[in-house]
């Protein structure tokens, strides 16, 4: 399996509801990013979470890190019909020489009006 | 209007044939990316280039070229020799990591179709 897996790979919910994403990676990383992508787009940049750092918010957003178990999550909360989208984590990878992100499969997001 | 671009957004190529996908950022960013994205999927690293006149390959290089002339321009050429090049291409650009941060800022991306 590659770095960084999203968990679920789909996700369908009800507006107002909350949507937990997780992801898991398997090396040393300098920090974490999550990403938004609607259908046929670029990707935005949500939030990143240092390795450092355990929980960051942002808005509605909040994000956990544990490097002991090697995952995060992204939390949306009191979510929207807009927030439908992709969502992908990004890691950068301490130590590779390697100065790119790597980008998990993505976990589509679908909130029912 | 600072950003990136991508042009064109849709790009039909016959079988054979060698076509140039553009990128250019006027963010003042040194650092650029390609990615490929295939339905469904998660996006895999072609090319990256951390300043002009310097590049370096990425996961899935075969098949692809880059240049890199000028900091705001880092054009794509998808060869003859990428064997499935239908996908969704998107390029990004990000200022060096300082410490340890690095967003990326990316393009609406180009959809290339071979026939």
């Known amino acids: 399996s590659q770095q960084g897996e999203e968990d679920p790979q789909a996700l369908s919910i009800q507006e107002g509801e909350n949507a937990t994403m997780n992801c898991s990676y398997k090396t040393s990383i300098n920090n974490l990013q999550w990403y938004r992508q609607n259908s046929g787009r670029g990707l935005v940049h949500l939030i990143l979470i240092r390795s450092n750092e355990r929980e960051k918010h942002s808005g509605r957003l909040r994000v956990t890190l544990d490097t002991s178990k090697k995952s995060s999550s992204l939390l949306i909360t009191a979510s929207r019909a807009a927030d439908t989208a992709s969502y992908f984590c990004?890691?950068?990878?301490?130590?590779?020489?390697?100065?790119?992100?790597?980008f998990g499969s993505g976990t589509r997001l679908q909130v029912q009006p | 209007d600072g950003g990136i671009t991508q042009s064109p957004k849709y790009l039909f190529r016959k079988e054979g044939q060698n076509v140039t996908l553009s990128c250019e950022q006027n963010l003042n960013h040194d650092a650029m990316y390609w990615y490929r994205q295939d339905p469904g999927q998660g996006l895999r690293l072609i090319y990256y280039s951390q300043i002009v006149n310097d590049f370096q390959k990425g996961d899935i290089a075969e098949g692809y070229s880059v240049s890199r002339e000028k900091k705001e321009s880092f054009p794509l050429t998808v060869t003859s020799a990428q064997k499935n090049p239908t996908a969704f291409y998107l390029c990004?650009?990000?200022?060096?990591?300082?410490?340890?941060?690095?967003?990326?800022?990316f393009g609406p991306g180009t959809r290339l179709t071979v026939l």
């Open positions: 990004a890691t950068d990878v301490l130590g590779t020489g390697r100065r790119a992100l790597t």
């Open positions: 990004a650009s990000s200022t060096p990591p300082r410490g340890s941060y690095n967003e990326q800022f």
